[in-house]
């Protein structure tokens, strides 16, 4: 629910309700042991980071889900979280 939440206030443009959902997403995720659940929602902060133009948290973020991906041998997410890290680098002027 917090994930559907997240993607209709992401839609809106209401990046920081759309992040305090995404976050308690992550968070059951975290509790449940669902990684994958935390760490879609986790990449869908740094999207929400991303998109406010806060380009060093957005960074931070996806650095972070990026071992999560991998130790999950998600590999469709993991282009996901890299698709973001390359948002950030191009935003930055880093093609």
Same mark, same amino acid.
């Given at each position: 629910?917090?994930?559907?939440?997240?993607?209709?206030?992401?839609?809106?443009?209401?990046?920081?309700?759309?992040?305090?959902?995404?976050?308690?997403?992550?968070?059951?995720?975290? #509790?449940?042991? $669902? !990684?994958?659940? &935390?760490?879609?929602?986790?990449?869908?902060? *740094? %999207?929400?980071? =991303? @998109?406010? /133009?806060?380009?060093?948290?957005?960074?931070?973020?996806?650095?972070?889900?990026?071992?999560?991906?991998? #130790?999950?041998? $998600? !590999?469709?997410? &993991?282009?996901?979280?890299?698709?973001?890290? *390359? %948002?950030?680098? =191009? @935003?930055? /002027?880093?093609?």
């Amino acid at each position: 629910v917090h994930a559907w939440l997240g993607q209709l206030a992401l839609s809106e443009h209401r990046y920081a309700e759309a992040r305090a959902s995404f976050e308690l997403a992550a968070l059951v995720g975290r #509790e449940s042991g $669902d !990684r994958m659940r &935390e760490a879609i929602a986790r990449n869908n902060v *740094g %999207q929400t980071w =991303w @998109s406010e /133009g806060e380009l060093p948290k957005a960074e931070a973020e996806f650095r972070a889900v990026l071992p999560m991906r991998g #130790e999950l041998k $998600d !590999r469709v997410g &993991e282009g996901y979280t890299l698709m973001g890290l *390359g %948002q950030v680098y =191009w @935003s930055q /002027g880093n093609p």
